[in-house]
């Protein structure tokens, strides 16, 4: 079941989430890279590497986590629904999509409630001092954007049943013969 927002013709536009991310797997591949070749051609490892590419991998899933509401691109079983007529596919997928931001909504207070009292406690992390809280905060930042994605997805879900309701026009080239 797809409700992807993705469907109109014409260069793919990406999202902020989507270029962030982008620039986050490439930071995380740098730093795995620049630790293989410090271990294996250098003889050291460095301390800092593998905790910072886990970081920046926590960071990377929770932003994209929205583009990929937003195109309906989650893990589905399909087999069923796609044998329900449009309507009732449509009614499942906002049922879905209401859920969704349900649980986003839960998961982004009970987040900034985390990441509140990680900061609060000042605990940071093991080799690169760094505050743990900006590494927690990625939970409600994610969830964010997770819930205004599933949100403007339901909304392109309805828009684009009103479009393929209405009036349909006469294919180019017809003639009245």
């Known amino acids: 079941m797809s409700w ?16 962030l991310g982008a620039f986050l797997m490439a930071a995380m591949v740098a730093v795995l890279f620049i630790q293989v070749v410090s271990r294996f ?17 926590i960071w990377l899933i ?10 309906g691109e989650h893990i589905a079983i399909d087999i069923l629904t796609e044998r329900l007529p449009a309507g009732a596919q449509r009614v499942l997928a906002q049922i879905c999509l209401s859920l969704a931001v349900a649980i986003n909504c839960a998961l982004l207070a009970k987040g900034f409630q985390i990441a509140y009292v990680i900061a609060d406690l000042g605990q940071t992390s093991a080799a690169l001092s760094l505050p743990m809280w900006i590494v927690y905060a990625a939970l409600p930042v994610g969830m964010t954007l997770t819930a205004a994605r599933g949100v403007q997805a339901s909304i392109a879900l309805w828009r684009r049943a009103a479009d393929d309701s209405g009036p349909h ?3 180019t080239g ?4």
């Open 4 to 19: 992807g927002t993705d469907t109109h013709a014409g260069p793919r536009r990406f999202r902020i989430e989507e270029v």
């Open 62 to 71: 929770f932003l994209c986590l929205g583009a990929v509401t937003v195109r």
């Open 169 to 171: 026009p006469a294919p």
């Open 41 to 57: 051609a250098l003889g050291s490892s460095l301390s800092w590497s593998e905790e910072l590419a886990r970081y920046l991998f």
């Open 174 to 177: 017809a003639t009245d013969s």
